[in-house]
């Protein structure tokens, strides 16, 4: 027979964790996705507007953003890790921000990392997708005739692209 203190003890415990809030980490599991994965579950991918204050001022470079999308597919969060230029960086914000997705298989909120390249070629502004950096194997790309690597899209599905670069 269990002793009255020790009792009184156990339905506290008892009490305290049905009463006790659950820490929002806990309530709210999320799922990381390569960008491969990302890209395949946006429904209508626009690529963001080259800002004209950048292009003014031949601004260049690689944007990285983190994209957070809930259990209906609705961006909840888009974080910027990196950008050349604040301008640049607020068109990736906006842009990610209207962007919708499937349903994810799980039932739960995903994130992933999306890069966007941004280049003046012949004094035009192009957004393409970034570089494909730190790349788990080498070989499995294609050596393209201007010197660049092309991965295949199974190796960033498998998360073999890793942010950030080793």
């Known amino acids: 027979m269990i002793k009255r ?6 339905l506290t415990l008892l009490l305290l964790s049905v009463v006790a809030p659950v820490p929002a980490a806990a309530q709210q599991r999320r799922a990381f996705a390569s960008e491969g994965v990302i890209r395949q ?10 800002p004209e204050a950048a292009l003014r001022g031949e601004v260049q470079g690689l ?29 990736v914000r906006d842009t990610l ?6 349903r994810p298989t799980m039932g739960i909120p995903m994130q992933g990392t999306l890069r966007f390249d941004f280049s003046i070629e012949d004094g ?24 660049t690597l092309r991965q ?3 190796d960033i599905d498998m998360g073999c692209v890793q942010w950030p670069p080793e």
């Open 5 to 10: 203190p020790t009792r009184v003890a156990l």
């Open 41 to 50: 579950k946006a429904k209508s991918p626009v690529m963001p507007a080259y």
């Open 63 to 91: 944007a990285v953003a983190l994209v957070m999308f809930d259990e209906e597919g609705v961006v909840i969060k888009v974080e910027i890790l990196k950008a050349p230029d604040e301008s640049i960086a607020e068109a």
């Open 97 to 102: 921000k209207r962007w919708k997705f499937t």
């Open 124 to 147: 035009q502004g192009r957004v393409g997708y970034g570089p494909f950096e730190g790349i788990c194997s080498q070989k499995s790309g294609t050596k393209m005739p201007d010197g």
């Open 152 to 154: 295949r899209l199974e």
